[in-house]
């Protein structure tokens, strides 16, 4: 009985022990543990395993090739080392009294080698051929995501106009091979050194008994070689590819230019092929001891055109009195190369360019395409909006709206643009009272529901909710049978959900509704061991120790949805705006997410804020369930290269655009920072004449609106209008461009976001010889309205705070309209903004009121008034040719001479046409640049 005692002690403390050891393991893996854990409660265990896998695939099998191959060369050479007869142990003897004892240990350690080498021992060749193996291999491991993309990308079928390589090639093939080069060079000179200090070895053992090195060693040094010659060889011929990415030209151009292409790159050449002619004669000389003078000469005239190939006297020369005096004319073939490459790489190859005339007759306000277009402008700016959401619909302090969205729905089936934004849960508002364990992680756990308002309302008018109130309420026909927000972009602690307290979901009257939450996500909690790991994971006790689970519970974190994203796919560049999208089964984010590279061919690189790229597109919308946070990816360039290589290295995390929900895929629209990127790549690029680009003549620069002394650059901004193919309207991003240090107006500069015209950018170009207006300008008349600054003085005295909108710039009909919308705030403690007036102008006259219909019909009335003025004022009074006047005879000219008109000569009414001239231009005034040319500066990366 007492062993038996004795032995269930024993296996008891062995049980302890194993668990202990287990646990010990995986606290030390929490971190591996909780990422495997929550990738498959996403669906995404296979992906998170083939990212976890893929580097160490990558590590292995490239050391495993370069180690077959330098483990071939130690075996070739183990071939030919200790090839002479082996000496009898009494001549050995016989030299131990002739020779040192040193000599006789060297000769017997080097025996000792090999033999090991004659025997196949792998002690010798086998870490050797490893550590050079692993020495190339390592670079590939850190770099594992651009080795497989350079494996798996496709062929983008554009050749590069001075190399003919195909741009993937640039793209996918040239990095990987810049960055191994100087990897590999090193290891196979350490593997030619290691050999030769072999052979000399043997061959001065050889030498003592009259023999010879064996031929094979020989050719197996030349070999050698020649393999690190050839290295040396494709440097050179990289160098000559990596001119496509010469900035000696910026601020101008991007890329090689005249004196790169002309003498850099001969030289280069010259390099080559003196190079190559060393390295035969060299091998020549070593196998046939001929050519020494050959070599001599190879070597000499590949040390001049290697020297002069890194001089900078040569260039200098060339491009200060070559290039310089007839710049324009040796540049142009490679300005527009850099023109077409950087035009390509930005997707603005396929712009369309229409020609626009403003008028100052404006259409009738009665006509219904008027009506419609005035109906989607947006009068609210998106932070003053938030204000009021969170003044008039964030009923509980724990609540806290998102940034305000721009979506269009229909509303009672009309094509409506309108302002949304979500309800989301803000643990950092809880009362100091409830800030505690249980609150913060099993009661408060989810947002609730969002609201949304037309784009265009007027001022002195009511807030018109097209989604109000908790929970949701619409009296237009929207409905959300799921409004709870578990995931947004909020900061989110974890939380534990379904759990036995129950979970805050809304307020009703007096009480809270409690919930149970019921999603796919979420990892579960029910066993203590994964309560350990979470524990220790968070660093909360709490976690292991709470009675408060069931079997249903699960952990939910990484609740934002960027820092989600992020985990998921790091190699994904995003939108800084993120969008809510209101369906009737629940709300979704979409995510835009950008491909992009820096390595397109004569492209210039520009920095987005996060990154300096000279290629990107708009690849994949990352679509996220608010509610239970599943994340779905949808492919929307299939022509793009790297996300094709992507989704072929991740078959099953990319699905394709016809995947998406119908009701998902009508929300989709045009990311606001591509289209600013773009347009400020386009601002400079769309001179696409090589002389014109030269001058810098025509560039262009996003507006500025002078507010004192601050000075705000206009932005592009969603506008439903009927732009691209009339009379349709569409929901696009738009952006007036100016002339570079100008106020005026230049181009309207439009992308559409609805199918089938999504994506599309069109420029309205407006003539040059025309003054159009810019904000600036129009600002100034507003400030100069007397009226409207004694309604500003006014409000002022009574208290409130004025405060002036974002200027929208907008076509409307064949007229430019500039809307301004106007804020009151009041004096008092709680501030909120209330949309008191609408000015708006076309160019001459400026008008102030309630609703932009009023403002549109006030604007047509005062224009035709004066317009009305004007040809009073200058038309023709009397009917018929003007009376020449009396004449008298001039004796000096002895002509009869007109007399003078007391009044001047009356014109006529073709002088004035329905569009007048805007003031200060006159008809038939040549084009001039209105400012000095200044030096483009360019961003360098």
Known sequence: MTRLKRWLLILGAGFVFLNLVIIFIALLVADFLVDFWWFDSLGYLFYFLQRLLYRYVVLISVTFAFFLFFFFNFWVASRYLGTYEKEPE???DLIADEASELKIKARKTYKDLTRMFLTGSLWVYTPLSLILAVIIALPLFEQWEMFLLYLFAPSMGIAESTFGRDVSYFLFSYPIYTLVLHRLLLAFLLLFAALVVLYLVERRILATREQKLARGARWHLSALILVAFFIEIWHFILQAHGLVYSTTHQPLFFGAGFTEMNIVLPLIWLSLFFLMGTAFSLITYINARKGMKVLITFTVLFLVAFGLRHSTFLPKVVQQYIVKPNEIHRERPYIERNIEATLASFKLDNVETREFSPSLLMPDIEAPRIKAELRNIPVWDGELLEDVFQQLQQLRTYYQFSPVDVARYYVNNVYQ????????????????????????????????????VPASQGGDEPMTWFIRGIPPESDFGFQIRQPAIYHGLGNYPYAIAPNDTGEMHYPRGATNV???????????????????????????RDVFFTTKTNPDSRILFRQNILERIKTITPFLMLDRDPYLVVTDDRLYWIQDAYTYSKMYPYATPYHTGQKWVNYIRNSVKIVVDAYDGTVDYYIFEPDDPIITAYSRIYPS???????????????????????????????????????VFYQQEDKWEFPKLHRGKEQVTITPYYLTLNL????????LLLLPMSPKGRDNLR????????????????????????????????????????????????WDQIGSEVSRGKMIILPVGDVILYIQPVYLKAAAQLKIPELK????????VVVMERSLEEAYAELQQRTEAEMARIRERFGPILEGPPDPGPTRFDPLLDVPRILPDPMPPLMDDSLFPADPMPEGEEEGEPDTLPFPLEEPVEEQP
Request: with cysteine.
């Open 90 to 92: 009494d001549d050995l």
């Open 417 to 452: 643009q309108v302002f949304l934004s979500a309800r989301e849960l803000d643990h950092a508002m809880l009362p100091p009272g409830a800030r505690n364990w249980i609150n913060e992680h099993l009661s408060y756990t989810h947002g609730f529901g969002t609201v949304m």
């Open 514 to 540: 409690i919930y149970n939450y019921t999603g796919k996500s979420g990892v579960p909690v029910s066993s203590l061991f994964k309560k350990l790991i979470f524990a220790y994971y968070f660093g909360h």
């Open 653 to 691: 995390l990319f699905k394709s655009r016809t995947e998406m929900p119908p009701e998902l895929l009508t929300q989709v629209r045009y990311p606001m920072d591509i289209f600013t990127l773009q347009m400020h790549v386009y601002s400079k690029y769309q001179q696409r004449d090589p002389e």
């Open 724 to 731: 691209i193919s009339p009379p349709r309207f569409d929901f």
């Open 747 to 794: 181009s309207l500069a439009i992308v559409g976001c609805d199918p089938p015209f999504y994506g599309q950018i069109i420029i309205y170009d407006l003539p040059k010889g025309e003054l159009i207006h810019g904000p600036s300008q129009i600002n100034a008349l507003i400030n100069q309205d007397t009226t409207i600054a004694q309604q500003f003085t006014l």
């Open 837 to 844: 007036r609408l000015i708006m102008s076309q160019g001459q």
